[in-house]
């Protein structure tokens, strides 16, 4: 955690990015059975205060496999929200 101006606590890096990937990566498995899904990458970066998610996701067609990644980062980035507006 570190100290932000206003004096509250910020989640390191690493919860960031912890919690943007368990976000993106769960959305993405409640939409398909693990065995369904050929290849996933979920790739989260935070530095400097921006956050860079990148999905890709090679999976069945029903649903929509850019659909399910647009989601996946939709999620990513609400849960890095949720996170920081519970400091």
């Given at each position: 955690?570190?100290?932000s101006?206003?004096?509250?606590?910020?989640?390191?890096?690493?919860?960031v990015?912890?919690?943007?990937?368990?976000?993106?990566?769960?959305?993405?498995?409640?939409?398909?059975?693990?065995?369904?899904?050929?290849?996933?990458?979920?790739t989260?970066?935070?530095?400097?205060?921006?956050?860079?998610?990148?999905?890709y996701?090679n999976?069945?067609?029903?649903?929509?496999p850019?659909?399910?990644?647009?989601?996946a980062?939709?999620?990513?980035?609400?849960?890095?929200?949720?996170?920081?507006?519970?400091?």
């Amino acid at each position: 955690m570190t100290g932000s101006a206003d004096g509250r606590t910020d989640p390191t890096d690493e919860a960031v990015v912890e919690a943007a990937s368990d976000a993106a990566e769960g959305v993405i498995l409640s939409r398909y059975k693990q065995s369904d899904v050929t290849d996933m990458d979920v790739t989260v970066r935070f530095e400097s205060g921006t956050l860079e998610v990148d999905v890709y996701l090679n999976a069945p067609d029903d649903p929509d496999p850019e659909t399910v990644a647009t989601e996946a980062i939709e999620a990513a980035e609400s849960a890095v929200d949720e996170l920081f507006a519970e400091r």
